[in-house]
């Protein structure tokens, strides 16, 4: 079979690399040549050109709720087409159980942020944060503003996780409204072609939203700006150079790097052989060895046992790792396949041997792997000793990118702390215990220099995700060597892509501005009371002021006989003494039922239900007497999918209630969510 030439999908349309030197990418299973990439380069300036100027227009027209939808059908889109994504996952050297984290992993990316946009408002830039008073009488204030950033996001990613390594990245971007350009790892490139084409094919992105570069692109970030931003996955060293590029000091273009690390899976000190835990520690630093042959940023590198289990724990690992059959990934016996192409497993081997200066190999796999396979990219689990972890150097500082790992002592959970922070900054580390004050001392100490800790016990052992599985909604890095940046983390992950700035003006400024009604704003009576208004109809600082009602003795007694709330502080005066109230005080949930008796209109209209009540608060004690009146109003709306053809158009409205008493002091706040459906319904 002739080898593929790969293409880059750029300027809106596929383009066949001029002919020329061309770089082979070898089968990492049959040694074949799989496919053939170019090594020219493009015209940086013009993929740069189409993704500002018709990509990423595209994406800021469209608020979050239509690029959270866009994310949710693209996402089933490639769901539907994971098979052919799994046959040619094979040539990278995955099994099955291996792709299953690139691919189903990455299109999970696509749904979890598109779950996001339920966390946003229906416009096509965001709020950070709640509005900030600046003057005596609220006249003046200011709010954080979050918009999407001008330019394109340049991904440079790995060669170990071709699709989940693009998907984590730009399933973010999309949503904060940016189009990418992604470039991955040569070597395993052709899968990552695979799946962009199932994205073109499915017409759901718009134009430009997205560029792909199979092959060099050395020249590539003398073209980025001050629009822009930059993330990386790979090696620390690679990683550094692409930071310290010119172009992107010159212009403070945004750079997130996650690298490799010297992450750690630590034994808790009172674990016992035959505890839940010490079998969950041998599974966990197996399967962190063996899955994708080793070849993951996350992967457990530096293996933390008490002093006294070090023989207990070697016994027991090497026996797991010697059931791991390495071979033909589409046999069913096969559980670890091969090492991504020769190259990398030399590498990996000539890391081992610097890691061999100073720590005795104790098991290697050097069994011929199973099937009609070529030997020349398998590469067998390697578990070295080091019985002087405080006298290393190679052992917290070499990392061998493969299914490589070292065992080192310690004497307690304080040394087993240092010794975590030997790796200069990790991605992630484990902690295997069922000892809660251990648990809390590990954490309190290591977290410093750890992106993610996992405390794994037989408590959460069923249903956690493991070491090494970077999750959407979590922060994806860490501190030094592993880079300093922050992937993915939910909504903190969508600001890297968006400008903040800090908008100050008067309260009414602020509501026109950003879509979202600001206390002190100008408030509108409505016509006719807003729970007779359709969904489009409700505007934005329009408001219902209630009739009034004053509290009396009675009204507080009957809500704690209907209620059961009988605190002291509303039912006998006599304890009041040392006490911040005067006299008996209303229950503040009795203030809130009672706003919404007098702003409910009780006649059927397009209001369906009451979907929740936000940010409710008492700001002032309520005693018998003062008489209440509330004004409600119109703080935002945002359109609700339909589910099905059955399902009605309808929307979230969320309220702004405002209870203030006789001297026009606020008593109590809050922010009722209603559904409200469309006139187009009737």
Request: include cysteine.
């Amino acid at each position: 079979m002739e080898p593929t030439v790969l293409q880059h999908y750029i300027q809106g349309q596929w383009k066949t690399p001029e002919k020329g030197s061309a770089l082979e990418i070898h089968h990492a299973i049959h040694g074949s040549v799989h496919a053939l990439s170019s090594t020219q380069e493009l015209d940086w300036s013009e993929v740069f050109e189409y993704g500002r100027s018709i990509g990423n227009p595209a994406l800021r027209s469209m608020t979050f709720q239509e690029r959270g939808r866009m994310l949710k059908a693209l996402a089933l889109h490639l769901h539907a087409k994971k098979e052919i994504f799994y046959a040619m996952s094979i040539a990278t050297g995955a099994t099955r159980a291996d792709s299953w984290i690139d691919i189903e992993g990455g299109i999970g990316n696509l749904f979890s942020y598109a779950s996001l946009r339920k966390q946003f408002g229906d416009n096509s830039f965001a709020l950070d944060g709640d509005p900030i008073g600046l003057s005596k009488h609220g006249s003046f204030m200011a709010n954080h503003l979050l918009v999407p950033k001008e330019g394109v996001a340049v991904h440079i990613n790995a060669y170990n996780f071709p699709v989940w390594g693009m998907l984590e990245k730009v399933a973010v971007n999309w949503l904060a409204g940016m189009p990418a350009i992604v470039k991955p790892a040569t070597s395993t490139s052709f899968l990552t072609e695979c799946v962009v084409r199932e994205i073109i094919a499915s017409g759901i992105l718009p134009p430009g939203a997205i560029q792909l570069i199979c092959g060099p692109a050395r020249l590539m970030l003398d073209h980025v700006d001050e629009r822009d931003v930059v993330t990386f996955t790979g090696s620390a060293t690679t990683g550094m150079k692409l930071r310290s590029n010119a172009n992107i000091n010159r212009h403070s273009v945004p750079f997130n790097m996650e690298a490799d690390s010297l992450n750690s899976c630590i034994l808790g000190s009172h674990v016992e052989p035959g505890d839940p835990e010490f079998t969950l520690f041998i599974k966990e630093v197996r399967k962190e060895m063996t899955v994708k042959c080793g070849q993951k940023c996350t992967a457990v590198r530096r293996i933390f046992v008490p002093e006294r289990l070090m023989d207990s724990v070697q016994e027991a690992l090497i026996a797991s790792l010697a059931r791991a059959v390495k071979g033909d990934p589409s046999r069913e016996d096969v559980r670890m396949g091969a090492m991504v192409n020769q190259s990398q497993k030399e590498e990996v081997e000539r890391q081992v041997k610097i890691l061999e200066t100073e720590a005795d190999c104790v098991y290697r796999d050097s069994a011929d792997p199973v099937g009609d396979v070529d030997n020349r990219a398998f590469m067998g689990a390697v578990l070295l000793r080091m019985d002087n972890p405080d006298d290393a150097k190679h052992c917290h500082d070499v990392e061998a990118f493969g299914p490589v790992s070292t065992m080192m002592p310690y004497t307690n959970i304080g040394h087993a702390i240092s010794l975590a922070k030997r790796g200069k900054g990790s991605l992630c580390c484990s902690l295997v215990s069922h000892d809660i004050t251990e648990a809390k001392q590990f954490v309190m100490g290591a977290a410093v220099m750890h992106g993610r800790i996992l405390v794994l016990d037989r408590d959460c052992a069923g249903e956690s995700t493991g070491h090494g599985s970077p999750l959407p909604l979590l922060v994806h890095g860490g501190p030094g060597r592993a880079g300093g940046g922050e992937e993915m983390g939910g909504l903190r992950g969508i600001r890297h892509y968006m400008q903040r700035t800090a908008i100050q003006g008067s309260p009414s400024m602020l509501t026109a501005i950003t879509n979202s009604y600001h206390p002190g704003g100008k408030q509108v009576e409505a016509q006719p009371h807003l729970f007779q208004q359709y969904f489009e109809d409700l505007v934005v600082g329009h408001t219902v002021t209630t009739a009034k009602h004053t509290i009396t003795e009675a009204d507080i007694v009957n809500f704690a006989n209907v209620s059961g709330d009988h605190f002291y502080a509303h039912v006998d005066e006599t304890s009041l003494d040392g006490t911040i109230f005067e006299k008996r005080v209303a229950h503040g949930y009795y203030l809130l039922s009672k706003a919404a008796g007098l702003f409910v209109d009780p006649k059927k209209g397009p209001v369906l239900l009451n979907y929740g009540v936000e940010e409710a608060r008492f700001t002032k004690p309520v005693y018998p007497g003062t008489t209440i009146g509330v004004r409600l109003t119109v703080k935002e709306k945002v359109e609700q999918e339909k589910r099905s053809d059955e399902d009605i158009r309808k929307g979230i409205v969320r309220f702004y209630v405002d209870m203030y008493d006789n001297e026009d002091e606020t008593v109590a706040l809050a922010t009722i969510l209603t559904m409200v459906k469309f006139r187009d319904q009737e």
